[in-house]
Antibody
Framework: EVQLLESGGNLVQPGGSLRLSCAAS????????MSWVRQAPGKGLEWVSS????????YYADSVKGRFTISRDNSKSTLYLQMNSLRAEDTAVFYC??????????????WGQGTLVTVSS | SYEMTQPLSVSVALGQTARITCGGN??????VHWYQQKPGQAPVLVIY???NRPSGIPERFSGSSSGNTATLSISRAQAGDEADYYC????????FGGGTKLTVL
């Protein structure tokens, strides 16, 4: 059974940093693309960032480009999101999601339960 | 960047068929995927590549896509189908529609 367990969400001040982690199990982590998707309170889903299975290719939404960095450690089956220069509008539940293939051009077949990031002074 | 338009809300009578649309420029040429999200829960894939159901998703859920509109249909709607539904495509990046709240009356 595929399991994705996010952690690292917290309350942080504007301008601060946070690193999210997603521990994966139940599948061969290294051969699947992974992504972070966020959902602001009462709003819809917003794609944030993706990374290919091998970690060679990374992609970012314009809203986070230059501030967020996605990475993965395939030896630990863990996905990361380093978030810097956080803004109030980054407040959201962040979901870790698994693509159906190695690339990031397909659909998400599994999602974690999410971790809440709150940016506020 | 590619944009998709979904109605904010759709209502359906119990036992009838709900249809949720997702509009986008020539969306019929893309693979459209649909997710169901119930309050406080993570999204769940209900349709992939326009019309395919993952294992465990009832046959009541079906999808189609042509021209500028993709449609998720839910036949014999049940109270348990009440949720937000999102379409998703890939167009140089992953893109979600704005979401539709389905109410079963």
């Amino acid at each position: 059974e595929v399991q994705l367990l996010e952690s690292g969400g917290n309350l942080v001040q504007p301008g601060g940093s946070l690193r999210l982690s997603c521990a994966a199990s139940g599948f061969t982590f290294s051969i699947y693309g992974m992504s972070w998707v966020r959902q602001a309170p009462g709003k819809g889903l917003e794609w944030v960032s993706s990374i290919s299975g091998g970690g060679v290719s990374t992609y970012y939404a314009d809203s986070v480009k230059g501030r967020f960095t996605i990475s993965r450690d395939n030896s630990k089956s863990t996905l990361y999101l380093q978030m810097n220069s956080l803004r109030a509008e980054d407040t959201a539940v962040f979901y870790c999601a698994k693509y159906s293939t190695e690339s990031t051009s397909h659909y998400f077949d599994s999602w974690g339960q999410g971790t809440l990031v709150t940016v506020s002074s | 960047s590619y944009e998709m338009t979904q109605p904010l809300s759709v209502s359906v009578a119990l036992g009838q068929t709900a249809r949720i649309t997702c509009g986008g420029n020539n969306i019929g040429s893309k693979n459209v995927h649909w997710y169901q999200q119930k309050p406080g829960q993570a999204p769940v894939l209900v349709i992939y590549r326009n019309s395919n159901r993952p294992s465990g998703i009832p046959e009541r859920f079906s999808g189609s896509s042509s021209g500028n509109t993709a449609t998720l249909s839910i036949s014999r709607a049940q109270a348990g189908d009440e949720a937000d539904y999102y379409c998703q495509v890939w167009d140089s990046s992953t893109v979600f529609g704005g979401g539709t709240k389905l109410t079963v009356l």
